[in-house]
């Protein structure tokens, strides 16, 4: 005890004297300081947050919240979601977080896919598997050895929202459907699309097969980036000539099934639908994601996912558009 003591009055003496000292400032040239960035000194290559580009920067963002759903038909479908590309605004949110069945919007992200890391002049011959598909399925009535591009294809996948196309596509591009499959889950995740999962790219039923309002508005967007996609997006009519197996030409005419511009149904005053794209399963309800111009011209990204029937996936699509987006 007597040792710990001396010990103790040991150090508070040291102390003392440390404090008493006088010692003076020293002066270091070129010194580094503690409250500047490492940027600032080359240390570091990224940027201090406060000027770097953060990824939502130019992006729509929403914690989830519901918006606006009290003033339209919401219950006609489970999610909805209207957003403003150009000023970054959420303007009506249903759901947006939570898990659905995409349909045939899932080709939105299979196009996208496909024109990243495809050649839109490329062949590619339709093989047996791409044209194996259940008599009800969306097709683009194509046979094994028929040879298209992948520009072509991609008209049938939007407009006839072709399942057999989706199919060639993803063989075409990456070689087989799952190594297609594996970049759509890799793409979706850089755009952020944290909360899905896709198992075909052709959207047909699989219960692993989700995504989200939210989610499904990133992918569109990334996509929108691509003026090849925006151009069949909008396209109304395509004629499409190719060769067969044999040698022998063929020509279809496809027609794009989104409501808006097939005359069917019409959008809004001062809202302009530059194109859309469809799905319907009966898991996945009716679904229908569009890309829109207002009166301010500014564009917006409208998606309504498993509405109860056709008339009412058009209605609220109709009634977001024209209470929020003008």
Known sequence: MKCTNKVISFILIVAVMFCFSGCSEVTVENEYSVYEDSYAYGLIN????????????????????????????????????????????????????????????????????????????????????????????????????????????????MLRSGNDAAIAIAEGVAGSVDAFVSLMNEEALKIGATHSHFVTPNGLHDEDHYTTIYDMYLITNAALSSNDIVEILQTVNYDVYYKNSAGEDVQQAWSNTCGYLSGHYEAPDGITVIGGKTGTTNPAGYCLVCYCTNENNEHLISIVYHADCRGNLYLLMNEMLDKFGR
């Open 46 to 157: 990224n940027a201090p947050l406060s000027s770097s580009n953060l990824m939502a920067s130019n992006l729509c963002v929403t914690d989830g919240t519901d918006l606006g759903t009290g003033d339209v038909d919401s219950q006609v479908a489970e999610g909805g979601g209207l957003f403003n590309v150009d000023t970054g605004e959420v303007l009506y949110a249903q759901n947006t977080l939570g898990k659905l069945y995409p349909a045939s919007t899932t080709k939105i992200l299979t196009a996208y896919v496909a024109v990243k890391y495809g050649d839109l002049e490329q062949e590619i011959t339709i093989s047996e598997e791409a044209c194996d598909q259940s008599s009800d399925s969306s097709v683009c009535n194509l046979n094994p050895g028929d040879v298209l591009t992948l520009r072509q294809l991609l008209y049938g996948l």
